[in-house]
């Protein structure tokens, strides 16, 4: 009874665990071929019957597990009304039945290409891509954590050695790793099979998930192959460079992720800061400070929807009242045309790419402020790209509602609001520049400068300059020249706004003007 008991519980945490990878990932159902073969290979390792009778053996243990795979289908296929056309079977399918040939060309194509990616390239090729971009000693941090992780594994090799009661006796050793490479192997392959049948494919550039089902799979692959190393120190070597390569990778990726997340998280308190409000039916064209921020060129609009527009609608389908666009090159040609107007949507949710009517926003590197872009006098850091230059011009800053009450994103999403620094008084300074109120940003300038707070961005000390000049503070506005005019984009800016102020300025500002911004800009 107390087995059965046992037994049974097995069974329905294998059935309630199934269903929920699957339903947290559509497309790991192909690793269910992977537990079959994993039966098949454990049931029958030492059995020397005909392969029909191993087949119907493993069926015979494997058959329960159908409840699995056959439950999904079964609600997908019947019950569940689905928006989504990526995880659309027939939908998928009729694809590859309008066009066999081709299609199947590419599915073996991208199903070739994500298994190196899986079985060889994650391993591998990802942390040079992710070490490169940490600081120093984020680098440090992760050498060391690597160097411990392969010292547990060497811990636990020798562990295994001392309580293993026989040595490999009658090839035993070579038909265990040949278990794992064709368990590996087809497991990789049939793990990524309806990832690619979904028109999908495992990238290991960036996030993505699509290879984490199958990563099981690519971790017993990986063994069968260091296990085929004769030499046992190369095997050894190989081992523990593996190791080596995926820790780095891993804490590589985590690290990033974090900073990712700590950058978007700080880049809209900025705006929020800046923008107490915005009028309904803007589209968002945001320049991200790191690469692959920018949610595939969607510009992560529901992070100002959050904040500018909570209030829960009870819709089936939300509309968004914020649209957004990531600018890069495949957006850039529409921003630039500034005349279309597009409907879309993405699974539970609307939008429209009003491109007549759009709102700019750059944050060049994670040590610049925010820089909401007024066409009239756009602030292009030294660090944009040229895209933002071009786009500036198309910004509406009259969208930005200035005398909102202003908004505060929830903190279980945005976390808690930065410490005060220099980019508090830039925003609020270049709010006050908006309305026109030149004393407020002087006065802002003054306490920043008071505190020793200082842009890391030269092209954000320009609103506080015009304020020092159109209050007569010459004496300032020499002492900031010092920190200006290194840059030539920022001295030609400065020397543009500067002599371009409409209100009346006295002979020492002037002077100043001519000799400190002006002088050799032309």
């Given at each position: 009874a107390q087995r059965g008991l046992e037994k049974a519980s097995y069974i329905l945490?294998?059935?309630?665990?199934?269903?929920?990878?699957?339903?947290?990932?559509?497309?790991?159902?192909?690793?269910?071929?992977?537990?079959f073969i994993a039966v098949y290979v454990l049931l029958n390792r030492n059995s020397q019957n005909p392969f029909w009778n191993r087949l119907f053996a493993t069926l015979k243990a494997w058959v329960w597990t159908l409840v699995v795979p056959l439950g999904v289908t079964i609600w997908r296929v019947f019950f569940f009304t689905n928006e989504r056309k990526a995880t659309d079977i027939g939908g998928q399918l009729s694809v590859f039945f309008s066009n066999p040939v081709s299609v199947g060309i590419d599915w073996f194509l991208q199903i070739y290409n994500s298994v190196l990616n899986l079985s060889v390239q994650a391993w591998i090729n990802q942390f040079p891509t992710f070490i490169q971009s940490m600081r120093l000693r984020d680098i440090t941090l992760s050498i060391v954590l690597a160097v411990i992780v392969t010292l547990l594994v060497v811990f636990a090799e020798k562990q295994i050695k001392q309580s293993a009661e026989t040595k490999d006796e009658g090839g035993k050793q070579a038909k265990v790793t040949n278990e794992a490479l064709i368990l590996g192997g087809l497991g990789m392959i049939l793990g990524v099979l309806p990832v690619v049948m979904a028109n999908r494919y495992v990238n290991i550039s960036g996030f993505s998930h699509y290879g984490l089902p199958a990563s099981l799979a690519a971790a017993v692959f990986m063994a069968g192959i260091i296990e085929i190393i004769a030499l046992s120190s190369v095997r050894k070597a190989v081992l523990y460079g593996v190791i080596v390569f995926a820790s780095l990778s891993h804490f590589g990726i985590a690290t990033n992720a974090a900073t990712e997340e700590k950058a978007l998280q700080e880049f809209w308190w900025q705006v929020s800061w800046r923008v107490p409000d915005i009028q309904p039916?803007?589209?968002?064209?945001?320049?991200?400070?790191?690469?692959?921020?920018?949610?595939?060129?969607?510009?992560?609009?529901?992070?100002?929807?959050?904040?500018?527009?909570?209030?829960?609608?009870?819709?089936?389908?939300?509309?968004?009242?914020?649209?957004?666009?990531?600018?890069?090159?495949?957006?850039?040609?529409?921003?630039?045309?500034?005349?279309?107007?597009?409907?879309?949507?993405y699974r539970s949710h609307t939008y429209t790419f009003d491109y007549t009517n759009v709102l700019v926003m750059s944050q060049p590197t994670l040590n610049s402020c925010v820089h909401?872009?007024?066409?009239?006098?756009?602030?292009?850091?030294?660090?944009?790209?040229?895209?933002?230059?071009?786009?500036?011009?198309?910004?509406?800053?009259?969208?930005?509602?200035?005398?909102a009450e202003p908004v505060s994103p929830p903190e279980y999403i945005y976390g808690k609001e930065p410490d005060t620094g220099w980019c508090s008084y830039f925003q609020a300074a270049d709010l006050a520049a908006q309305t026109g109120d030149w004393e407020r940003v002087a006065a802002l300038g003054d306490e920043a400068i008071a505190l020793s707070f200082a842009p890391e961005d030269r092209v954000e000390w320009l609103p506080f300059l015009k304020a020092y000049a159109i209050r007569g503070d010459a004496e300032t506005l020499k002492q900031l020249s010092k920190r200006v005019i290194g840059e030539k984009i920022i001295r030609l800016q400065a020397c543009e706004m500067l002599s371009s102020i409409e209100q009346p300025l006295n002979d020492d500002v002037r002077e100043m003007i001519d000799v400190n911004y002006c002088k050799g800009s032309e």
């Open positions: 945490g294998a059935i309630v665990t199934g269903w929920s990878y699957i339903a947290l990932v559509d497309y790991a159902i192909g690793m269910e071929a992977f537990r039916g803007t589209t968002l064209v945001i320049y991200y400070p790191l690469p692959g921020m920018g949610d595939g060129g969607a510009a992560l609009m529901e992070a100002a929807n959050v904040i500018y527009f909570p209030e829960f609608t009870g819709d089936a389908i939300v509309h968004y009242p914020l649209s957004g666009l990531t600018l890069n090159s495949e957006n850039l040609p529409g921003i630039l045309d500034g005349t279309q107007i597009v409907e879309s949507g909401v872009m007024n066409a009239s006098a756009p602030l292009i850091s030294e660090y944009d790209p040229v895209d933002v230059s071009l786009v500036a011009s198309q910004s509406k800053i009259e969208n930005v509602i200035v005398d």
